[in-house]
Structures are given as C-alpha cells and as structure tokens.
C-alpha cells in the first residue's frame, strides 16, 4: 500500500482523528488550570499546516481560531485539491461536525506574523519549531502577539530520545543520524524553555509525552515513523534503497519475534506573556 492510500485510510477510519484529539486532550490537561476553555477565547495556531487538524478542532470548540502558515496561499493544483479532499475526510471522523470555514487562515511568514500586538489569548503550536529558520525571532512574535498574561503552548520533539531495537545497531545508528536531516532543530525542547524565558515569557511548565509501542500494527505511530524514515534516508549518509528496506526487515522480524520496541519523546512548553 501506498502513503498516499495509508493516508486516506486513516483518514476515513478516524485514526488520523483519534491522533489529534490525544494532542487536544494534552494539550487542555496542561493548560486546563491556566486558561478558561469555558468561554470562546481568541487562538492563534502557529503553523497550521495542510491538514489542518488543530485549527478545526479548536474552531469546533467554538473558539476564535486564527490560523498562520505559508501553505495557507490560495492554490488549485493537484495537490491543493487533494488536500480538499483529505479535509472533508478527516471532518466526516467528528460526523460532519467540524467547522469548515477557512476565512481564518492566514498566509504569513511566523518571523513576521501579520497581527497586531496582544491579539491573542493562547498560541498554541504543534510539531512546527523544530522546521523554523530563525526559533528565537518567532519566538519575540509570539511574544508580541499574546496579550499580557496570554499563554503560549509548544509541542516539539528531541529526535535524541528516539529508540527503536534492532538486530544492526550500526546501521540503525546510521538511519536515524541521517533522519536528523529532514529537520532544522532535531533536538529544540533541550533549550526552548530558555529561549522563550529570552522573549520575556514565564514559563509555567514542562512536560513530556511519551508515544510507546511494543508492537508494529498498522495502525501505531512506529509504522508511520518507520514508513517515513525508510523513505527518507536513501540519498543521505552513504545510505541506499537496499539499507533502508533491511532496516525495515529487521524492525519486522523483531515484530514477529515478540521484540518490538520504540519509544519517542513530544515536549509541551506551556508559558505565560
């Protein structure tokens, strides 16, 4: 099966769904004694991304959701169409009860951002700093666009607290050195809470999210992970199409043995303006 079909199946099954709402359930447990959710107040999503996913989740809370990212320019190729597509989808797992306007989206540069100062009640971003050029100027945005006493909440990863059991150590060593290189700042949570202290934040809190696997089921975040990896890496550190499927081989034997291990780290800052 393709990424492509792999994609749309999940789509249509809610998996990808069920994936998002743990996000939101995170991220209303750390920010639950902080903010009152209660009431409609005004978001900001920082890098929104295609999809989508935290933007319509929010706006079906029945908040005031901005989203902010290069990919929101209007757009009808193939792939713009396809991405229509995969949002009806993933707006038919809540049973149609998401809401689809996109008059809030906005197609900005988040070194930049194009609102005025003390806008928002809470930005919140998902999985996106660790992509960004230049972390502390985005940072000093933020920090311009919440409102006094505003909370910011970032999810990123440390690529370092990745580990996946194999038989070839070496080359195992080799993938995920060579998986870094897909990312800007592979290891960002190490220093984020001193680079937002930086920007005149407070930080209120840290926390980690650990996604753990023992077994490599279709539906788990270590296929995923797995599918992406393997192909990414060929092309980069001397690695080929031949050692990415033997690392894949091995990840499955270890499946089959009743070995499987993987285990990855998300970080959540949460932080106060």
Known sequence: MTEHARFLLDLTRGRRAAHERQLAAWRRRDLDSQVDFSRPIAILD?????????????KRAGHRVVGVDLVNRPAHDLTA???????????????????SSDDTLVCGNVTALPFREASFDLVTSVAAFEHFLDVPRVIDELHRVVRPGGRALILDTDWDSLVWHTSDRELNRRITAAWDDHLVHPH?????????????????????????????????????DMRAVAKYVPGHHDLTEADAAAWVADLQARSDAGEFFYSLNRYIVTATA
């Open 46 to 58: 920082l890098a929104n991304g295609r999809l989508r996913p935290q933007y319509t989740l929010l």
């Open 81 to 99: 169409v396809a991405y229509r597509v995969a949002r009806w989808l993933y707006a038919r797992s809540f049973n149609g009860d998401v809401a």
């Open 188 to 224: 960002l949570p190490k220093v984020l809470a001193r680079l937002m202290r930086a920007a005149g934040f407070t930080v209120t809190a840290q926390r980690v999210h650990v996604l753990f696997n023992t077994e490599l089921t279709e539906n788990s975040f270590s296929a995923f």
